[in-house]
């Protein structure tokens, strides 16, 4: 993969303690070829087009459920005269994996994709039982009640358990289930490994020998797969968890930078100016400032 597509890698909400966002869009001249370091899931409310996903394509109509992973590329391509609108929710993977209570969710979501179908085609009664579940969901997003992210994860586990077994069911109904490419289950362990582990000291070196392959090998998986190198990915995520510490707790920057998985607060600070184009300090003042101006609003 020699030229890849623009890499997005923000929502309004993956910086902070609670990586998670919903929004409804109207597409009429689709969207680019692009990929990004989340996860996302959407359902097609009305409309009609294609999206491909790496090389496979499908058809996108009401009921189309989605589900695209990390580092895939993806795009849609819908027509002015029949313009798509669907639901979209992303969400990072340290929603999951930050905790061993969901060991049974990263085993869903990071299942290779060669093996599984990334998207199925829900009908009537199941259609209607998935679109008022997600309903439900976008609602409490967009209130503050109490137990709001509790809510919140227990129904996008529900939605993305019902798509699993759906498609799971859809697959082995036709035919047997193709056996894992080596190559895609091997990147998708060590990208699950680091996410789980970016707190503790990581380099090339203890890659290599935790999943017993060269340094080069390791290297080439990332540059084909993922479009950065293991410190550009490792950095990304240290850096994402540290604005979830600087925007929900009052640890100071240098506790944060450690928490973090920073070895010092120079390099803390240098890696998140690099980032973010500020420092840890002004990051956390700003998100206060805007915090207060929208409770002031009433927002």
């Known amino acids: 993969m020699t030229s890849l597509p623009r890499h997005l890698t923000e929502f309004p ?25 989340f996860f996302e899931f959407s359902l097609v409310i009305e409309g009609s087009g294609k999206e491909m996903i790496n090389d496979d394509v499908h058809i996108m109509q009401p ?3 989605t589900l695209v992973m990390p580092y895939q590329i993806h795009e849609i391509i819908s027509s002015s005269n029949d313009p798509i609108r669907l639901v979209n929710c992303n969400f990072g993977m340290e929603l999951f994996t ?13 299942e290779v994709d060669e093996e599984w179908p990334a998207f199925f085609q829900y009908e009537d009664d199941q259609y209607n039982q998935v679109k008022s579940l997600i309903e439900d969901m976008f609602l409490e997003y967009n209130h503050a009640n109490m137990w709001r992210k509790e809510l919140i994860t227990a129904k996008l586990i529900e939605v993305l358990i019902t798509f699993d077994r759906s498609r799971r069911k859809q697959i082995t109904d036709h035919k047997k289930v193709q056996m894992k490419k080596p190559e895609k289950t091997l990147i998708w362990d060590i990208i699950q490994f680091i996410h789980s582990n970016y707190r503790e000291t990581l380099s090339l070196p203890i890659i ?3 999943f017993n392959l060269s340094i080069s090998s390791v290297s080439t998986l990332f540059k084909h797969h993922i479009g950065q190198n293991f410190v550009e990915l490792l950095h990304d995520i240290r850096i994402r968890h540290a604005c979830s510490l600087l925007v929900s707790t009052d640890l100071n920057v240098t506790e944060v930078a450690l928490e973090s998985g920073f ?9 998140f100016r690099e980032h973010k184009k500020i420092s840890p300090a002004q990051y956390r003042k700003n998100y206060t400032e805007n915090s207060s101006r929208k409770k002031e609003n009433g927002l």
């Open 13 to 37: 909400s993956i910086d902070s303690h609670f990586p998670f966002h919903m929004s409804i869009n109207r597409l009429t001249d689709g969207y680019p070829a692009h990929r990004h370091d």
């Open 63 to 65: 009921g189309t459920f």
């Open 98 to 110: 930050r905790s061993s209570q969901f060991q049974g969710m990263n085993t869903l979501l990071f």
């Open 208 to 210: 290599s020998e935790h």
């Open 263 to 271: 070895g010092s607060y120079k390099t803390f600070s240098r890696v």
